[in-house]
């Protein structure tokens, strides 16, 4: 095409180009602008209540609340400093805007206080404890004209979890400057589906700092997961104090990668006033290198390091040692022994362990068999049931101790095959619940079930439950969260509540947005959840938008 040269056609062109770039501009930029919904207001029939509670009605009127909401606790359990933290935690998140001078004005609230009845004094946190609770909030309903908070609960655990809900029903409003309810009435009653709902964290293959930790624990119970599963130790290194053998921790990356027998404790009990357990991990007989660093006895040999020398009974000694300092720090029933990747070529090349298995008349297998029985010889014998990873299963199935937990994770299908032999299982199928897996997109986490191929009612029930794990050879203290957040939320809702209210067949869009509401939720709270749509986890945004959009 031929451009006339006469300049007045030419500024014209020009002007209509460049007018023309910045409309494509500032449509390419700008997000759309969306009037913002009030998400919680009467009108939506939306529920914003990460994970769906199992049962709920609502209303639609709304309630103001006090700032300086009180607490009164009743039932045999009530009177424990448990609940009180736990209330002063929540005040801060749910009124984090309001300022002290206007607590001052004389202004009248629907709400002035929140009652807890904890039916239990027992405070023992362990395997399936009665995590229910009911709770009502409301004003009216024929009996009185001020607004009042129930939550009622068996333990103190069901209560932590009535709290959590309460917290993310409380919405603070811009315009008033008070934190409001909408669509109360509420009433719900919920109790989660499984007794299991984990998230592992690997502190070998990056040091994670013990605030690190806690901050992640403190993330998993605004989603009301229960275990924090500690990988504590790998074959890169070995940062736990153990008394009995004060060497170990030489496996450590640094001097200052370390956790003290004093900060484990900090963190069992960090987790508990959140309803958490601690399951540590010791995982043996691969993955063990680290070992050596302070004890050379249990490397076979400086060029076979892994697995720990079979042949030797200091071997176990050492192993005996460590679940003994592990009982006095992690009261949790369940720990976890590994005995996943084991390849124990390097034992047939080093003599003395292959004269071992010559004078035993054991294959390497036989080997590997004879060491992850003896290790959860050990543990049991120490009060422990032994969980351990799925190969020890896939391997030697018939031989396993009958209490041992399977912990699913090469792929589907393996918690069918446990539970038919009478295990019991934790599913964790890479394919859908890896994290480290960056690009498994948020609904493969939320579709997966770890009750799937198990159609007998009995059998489902041999299954705990599940865990995303979040191995760490990628991840360290700059990018741990993002990457657990929030997709872990996805597979936290399915490990929660009904499938059939949280199926995507009923309204993936419907899911979609209260997920990103939940994972804008996280970000409010400070936890550095990444964008809830990214083709990769833990990317950062593409381009300017609302949190609630990406
Ligand atoms: C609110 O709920 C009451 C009782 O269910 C009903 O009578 C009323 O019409 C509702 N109001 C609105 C605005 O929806
Ligand atoms: C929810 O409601 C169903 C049906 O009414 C009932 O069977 C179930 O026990 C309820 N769940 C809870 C936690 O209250
Ligand atoms: C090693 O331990 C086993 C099992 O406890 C025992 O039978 C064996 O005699 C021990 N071997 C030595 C050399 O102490
Ligand atoms: C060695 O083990 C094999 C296979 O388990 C078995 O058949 C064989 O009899 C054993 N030999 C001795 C000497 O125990
Ligand atoms: C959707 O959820 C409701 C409420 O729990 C339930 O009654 C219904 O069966 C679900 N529908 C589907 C298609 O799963």
């Known amino acids: ?119 239990s004094d027992d405070q023992e946190l362990k395997l399936g404890v009665d995590e229910s609770y009911s709770l009502l909030l409301g004003k009216g309903n024929g009996y009185s004209i001020v607004g009042e908070v129930t939550i009622e609960a068996n333990t103190v655990y069901g209560a932590l979890r009535g709290m959590e809900t309460f917290s993310q029903l409380c919405d603070f409003n811009y315009e008033t400057k008070t934190v409001q309810v909408y669509k109360a009435p509420w009433y719900i009653s919920d109790k989660p589906k499984f007794v299991y709902r984990g998230l592992m964290l690997d502190t070998s293959r990056h040091y994670l700092p013990i605030d690190v930790i806690k901050h992640v624990i403190e993330s998993m119970s605004y989603a009301k997961l229960n275990v924090f599963h500690w990988h504590i130790i790998d074959e890169e290194s070995f940062p736990l104090e153990v008394p009995t053998y004060p060497n170990l921790w030489k496996g450590a990356y640094t001097k200052w990668e370390r956790y003290t027998v004093e900060d484990a404790n900090e963190i069992v009990s960090y987790a508990r006033a959140r309803g958490i357990n601690v399951m540590a991990e010791i995982d043996v007989p691969g993955h063990a290198e680290s070992w050596g660093a302070g004890y050379p006895d249990l490397w076979p040999s400086p060029s076979c390091r892994e697995p720990l020398d079979v042949s030797k009974n200091s071997t176990f000694d050492v192993i005996s040692g460590i679940l003994t300092d592990m009982r006095k720090i992690f009261p949790f029933g369940l720990f976890h022994l590994g005995g996943d990747e084991v390849n124990t070529d390097c034992w047939n090349y080093t003599p003395h362990v292959k004269q071992w298995l010559h004078d035993h008349n054991m294959t390497t297998k036989d080997a590997y068999q004879y060491f992850v029985l003896r290790a959860q010889e050990l543990a049991i014998s120490k009060g422990y049931t032994p969980v351990n990873w799925e190969e020890t299963f896939n391997t030697f199935s018939d031989k396993l101790n009958p209490r041992t937990v399977v912990h699913n994770w090469l792929g589907p299908g393996v918690c069918p095959k446990a539970v038919a032999k009478g295990f019991k299982c934790i599913y964790s199928n890479q394919g859908v619940w890896y994290l480290d897996h960056l690009d498994i997109p948020w609904y493969e986490y939320y579709n997966a079930d770890p009750v799937e191929g198990i159609t007998d009612a009995s059998k489902q029930e041999l299954v705990l439950g599940g865990e995303v794990c979040m191995w760490s050879e990628t991840v360290d203290a700059s990018n741990v969260q993002q990457t657990i957040w929030p997709r872990a939320a996805a597979a936290a809702e399915r490990l929660w509540s009904n499938p059939e209210s949280t199926s995507v067949g009923n309204s993936t869009s419907t899911v979609l947005s209260r997920y990103q509401y939940f994972r804008c939720l996280l970000t409010r709270r400070g936890v550095q959840a990444a964008p809830a749509t990214n083709f990769y986890a833990r990317r950062a945004p593409t381009g300017p938008g609302s949190c609630y959009e990406q």
Not at 99 to 104: A, G, I, P, W, Y
């Open 1 to 119: 095409m031929s451009i006339p040269l006469n300049p007045r056609t030419l500024a014209f062109q020009l002007l209509f180009f460049i007018s023309y770039s910045v409309l494509l501009v500032t449509s390419r930029t700008l997000p759309s602008i969306s009037i913002p919904d009030d998400s919680h207001s009467n009108s939506n029939s939306q529920v914003f209540i990460w994970p769906l509670p199992s049962n709920f009605t609502f209303g639609n009127q709304t309630l103001s609340i006090n700032p300086d909401l009180s607490l009164a606790v009743s039932g045999n359990g009530g009177n424990s400093g448990f609940l009180a933290d736990a209330f002063d935690r929540y005040r801060r998140i749910i009124f984090k805007h309001e300022s002290k001078l206007r607590r001052n004005v004389n202004v009248a609230y629907d709400i002035e206080k929140i009652s807890v009845v904890v039916h």
